[in-house]
């Protein structure tokens, strides 16, 4: 079946531009995740969607990183007024849910890869 | 806090030799889960294994193999007889019952030559 599904596979931007990076879940997984890559940081969370529920937000860097799940499926991760440490890879997950048991194993996309001038 | 530490930032072996990966975490959770994720030259994170903190049973696929200890809280993975195909960027992961996301090691790059 299909994996996860991130678009585009990069994108360069000019410093102050907005960037929407998009991302399709494995069908059927109710959970999703990003995540940003980069090399000072290594993997960090930024959001959480688990079905109707309130995202949590808390790995949100600042309020330029703002994302969305429209029909609890596919999620756009928006960055305004890029600057250059926002360049990073940056990763989406899903799982089937998020509780006991392997329904919680997080299946990541290829990634978009973020490269701010 | 949650940690994960892969003390090791990069390995370099010879086909056929075995390597092991050490990773040790912290949490004050009893319940916790942790993954180990390969992240080949192509970028994408593979996942590999997960295993819950009352299952102390190791675990081998194949050539590969996990000792998870809670005595030293480590979860570590071996590799027996070393392709290249193995070389990539390992990652461990650590996720309490009540969190949502994965708490990522800094990754272990294995380099194997032939």
């Known amino acids: 079946g299909a994996g996860v599904s991130q678009s585009p596979s990069n994108k360069v931007t000019e410093k102050g531009k907005d960037v929407e990076l998009r991302c399709d879940p494995i069908?059927?997984?109710?959970?999703l995740y990003w995540y940003r890559q980069s090399l000072g940081q290594g993997l960090e969370f930024l959001i959480y969607?688990?079905?109707?529920?309130?995202?949590?937000k808390s790995g949100l860097p600042s309020d330029r990183f703002s994302a969305e799940r429209t029909g609890g499926s596919v999620s756009t991760l928006t960055i305004q007024r890029t600057q250059q440490e926002d360049s990073a890879v940056y990763l989406c997950?899903?799982?089937?849910?998020?509780?006991?048991?392997?329904?919680?194993?997080?299946?990541f996309g290829p990634g978009t890869r973020l490269t701010v001038l | 806090a949650q940690k994960v530490t892969q003390a090791q930032t990069e390995i370099s072996v010879v086909e056929k030799e075995d390597v092991t990966l050490d990773c040790v975490y912290e949490?004050?959770?009893?319940?916790?889960?942790l993954f180990w994720y390969k992240q080949p030259p192509s970028g994408e994170l593979v996942f590999l294994i997960r295993?819950?903190?009352?299952?102390?049973q190791n675990e081998i696929s194949g050539r590969y193999s996990w000792n998870f200890q809670k005595s030293t809280s480590s979860f570590n993975f071996t590799i027996t007889a070393s392709q290249v195909v193995d070389s990539a960027v390992y990652f461990c992961?650590?996720?309490?019952?009540?969190?949502?996301?994965?708490?990522f090691g800094k990754g272990t790059t294995l380099s194997v030559s032939s």
């Open positions: 997950a899903s799982s089937l849910a998020r509780t006991s048991g392997s329904t919680d194993t997080q299946y």
């Open positions: 069908s059927g997984h109710t959970a």
């Open positions: 969607f688990q079905g109707n529920s309130a995202p949590d």
């Open positions: 949490t004050r959770d009893t319940t916790y889960y």
């Open positions: 295993r819950n903190s009352f299952d102390e």
């Open positions: 992961a650590l996720r309490d019952q009540a969190g949502t996301a994965l708490i």
